[in-house]
């Protein structure tokens, strides 16, 4: 048993992108397959950011960063990571995290952290409003 004291830092969570509160009272939770995302777009200081949009892995049922340009399953959005998730626990890189994920939301599209073209909006019409 190790009993030595350990220092951890945590960042603030930037969720300027949600337009409201609506939908944040029930997210859905997720496992999300580390290995699909890019460090350097989707978590360069180690943690994957809220607001990240998300497509389901056909095969595995995890999650990763919705891209239309896919053939996994990721190229339907199917919502947004809701809390930054941290990928490098105790200086292990995982290759899987839990997290949240907003599925009805209002969303301020010059606030997320990656773009989403017009099939991902066209995905979750009427779900999920850009303002």
């Known amino acids: 048993m190790d009993l030595s004291l350990k220092t951890e830092s945590f960042s603030q969570d930037r969720r300027d992108w949600l337009g409201s509160q609506h939908g944040t009272d029930a ?3 997720v496992t999300l397959d580390v290995s699909k995302f890019t460090q350097g777009t989707h978590y360069p200081d180690g943690y994957i ?3 990240i949009p998300l497509g389901k ?3 595995t049922g995890l999650y990763g960063p919705y ?3 896919a053939s996994d399953g990721r190229q339907t959005l199917v919502g947004f990571l ?3 998730q941290d ?3 105790r200086g ?3 290759t899987k995290a839990v997290g949240s994920m907003l599925i009805h939301c209002f969303v301020r599209e010059s606030k997320l952290p990656v773009p989403v073209d017009a099939a991902g909006k066209a995905d979750v019409a009427g779900r999920i409003i850009f303002v």
Do not use: L, R
């Open 67 to 69: 891209d239309d340009a």
């Open 82 to 84: 809701f809390t930054a």
């Open 57 to 59: 892995v056909t095969a």
């Open 49 to 51: 950011k809220s607001g």
């Open 87 to 89: 990928v490098n626990a």
């Open 27 to 29: 997210p859905v939770s």
């Open 92 to 94: 292990v890189a995982s």
